[in-house]
């Protein structure tokens, strides 16, 4: 079992800036961020692997939003500029069992967080 606990979360004005946090009570290879918004699905944000590959990153969040790990704290971070009304969300990391490999499918991850809620207003 891995438990995740997240955040970071909060209010925030158009613009803004906020860095969310998931520490997990176990290294997991593959790590992700997504969010869902009231009356949407769940969305795949980013992941990040302990292997050193490159994030990729949806549309949504492209070139605003910036995943990043610290193994030795089994801690994962999302960096999250230029934040915008659209992105007011509940966000959730997630970790996969070790498959050895990572993507953005949301059945892949087996271990989810509480959710850490964001709020994009003026």
């Known amino acids: 079992q891995v438990q995740l606990v997240e955040s970071g979360g909060g209010s925030v004005q158009p613009g803004g800036s906020l860095r969310l946090s998931c520490v997990a009570s176990r290294s997991r290879f593959c790590m992700a961020w997504f969010r869902q918004a009231p009356g949407k699905e769940r969305e795949g944000i980013t992941y990040i692997t302990t292997g050193g590959s490159t994030p990729t990153y949806g549309d949504s969040v492209k070139g605003r939003f910036t995943i990043s790990r610290d193994t030795a704290k089994n801690t994962m971070y999302l960096q999250m500029n230029s934040l915008k009304p659209e992105d007011t969300a509940m966000y959730y990391c997630?970790?996969?069992?070790?498959?050895?490999?990572?993507?953005?499918?949301?059945?892949?991850?087996?271990?989810w967080g509480q959710g850490t809620q964001v709020t994009v207003s003026s």
């Open positions: 997630a970790a996969a069992s070790d498959r050895g490999f990572c993507r953005l499918v949301e059945r892949d991850f087996d271990y």
